[in-house]
């Protein structure tokens, strides 16, 4: 035992090797896994699409603030509530408005639900940005890690161990820039579909005129 830890004290890249070569299949494992992530998020990602697709009108949205005011103005706060209910063409103001309750219709009140809520889109963002960087980084890793075992093998004449380090490195790293392609790609889209979500929101708080009280 003595003699081991005197070895790896003398030659510290032994331990890199060891602890490279142990971190494949936790890579391996960790891609996997953000690949079915990834493809989860595609597929909320399309649902949302589906459901946005060419609902959003400008006049529904003043319809609603106008039948909102209306029901304010005779003291009906249930029925104002009820009317924005109705907007429900974006996933973010159909959250917000299904979760509004008459007693929510005060300014201060108003101001911390939208705070609450950029908190939550950025939340929702952060799935798959996170993934941007994740994705690629795993694939770097899972190419990199093969590649001493594959070069020691090619030293040793064995190719078939050398060619099984290749495809690893290699599928790895396709992997990982379609985790990252994919994440990409979605967030960009996502980030122009929500801040829109929360304009309109804004737009609808705002053209309310609720009191402080």
């Given at each position: 035992?003595?003699?081991?830890?005197?070895?790896?004290?003398?030659?510290?890249?032994?331990?890199?090797?060891?602890?490279?070569?142990?971190?494949?299949?936790?890579?391996?494992?960790?891609?996997?896994?953000?690949?079915?992530?990834?493809?989860?998020?595609?597929?909320?990602?399309?649902?949302?699409m589906l459901?946005?697709?060419?609902?959003?009108?400008?006049?529904?949205?003043?319809?609603?603030?106008?039948?909102?005011?209306?029901?304010?103005?005779?003291?009906?706060?249930?029925?104002?509530?009820?009317?924005l209910?109705?907007?429900?063409?974006?996933?973010?103001?159909?959250?917000?408005?299904?979760?509004?309750r008459?007693?929510?219709?005060?300014?201060i009140?108003?101001?911390?639900?939208?705070s609450?809520?950029?908190?939550?889109v950025?939340?929702?963002l952060?799935?798959?940005r996170m993934?941007?960087?994740?994705?690629?980084?795993?694939?770097?890793?899972?190419?990199?890690?093969?590649?001493?075992p594959?070069?020691?093998?090619?030293?040793?004449g064995?190719?078939?161990?050398?060619?099984?380090?290749?495809?690893?490195?290699?599928?790895?790293?396709?992997?990982?820039?379609?985790?990252?392609?994919?994440?990409?790609?979605?967030?960009?889209?996502?980030?122009?579909?929500?801040?829109?979500?929360?304009?309109?929101?804004?737009?609808?708080?705002?053209?309310?005129?609720?009191?402080?009280?």
């Amino acid at each position: 035992m003595f003699d081991q830890i005197g070895y790896y004290l003398v030659n510290p890249q032994a331990v890199i090797y060891q602890v490279s070569t142990a971190l494949l299949y936790p890579v391996l494992f960790a891609e996997v896994l953000g690949l079915a992530w990834v493809l989860i998020e595609a597929g909320r990602f399309t649902f949302e699409m589906l459901q946005r697709w060419r609902r959003r009108s400008l006049t529904r949205i003043d319809s609603a603030i106008l039948a909102a005011r209306e029901a304010l103005a005779s003291g009906k706060r249930e029925e104002a509530v009820s009317a924005l209910g109705a907007l429900t063409h974006g996933r973010w103001l159909r959250a917000f408005f299904s979760r509004l309750r008459a007693e929510d219709l005060t300014r201060i009140r108003l101001v911390k639900l939208i705070s609450d809520l950029e908190a939550d889109v950025t939340r929702a963002l952060d799935r798959t940005r996170m993934l941007i960087r994740i994705g690629p980084m795993l694939g770097l890793m899972g190419t990199l890690i093969p590649i001493s075992p594959a070069l020691v093998a090619l030293a040793q004449g064995d190719t078939q161990t050398l060619s099984d380090n290749l495809v690893i490195a290699f599928s790895t790293t396709v992997v990982g820039l379609l985790i990252g392609g994919l994440a990409y790609a979605m967030s960009m889209v996502r980030d122009r579909m929500y801040a829109l979500d929360v304009s309109d929101i804004e737009y609808v708080l705002d053209s309310l005129e609720v009191d402080d009280a």
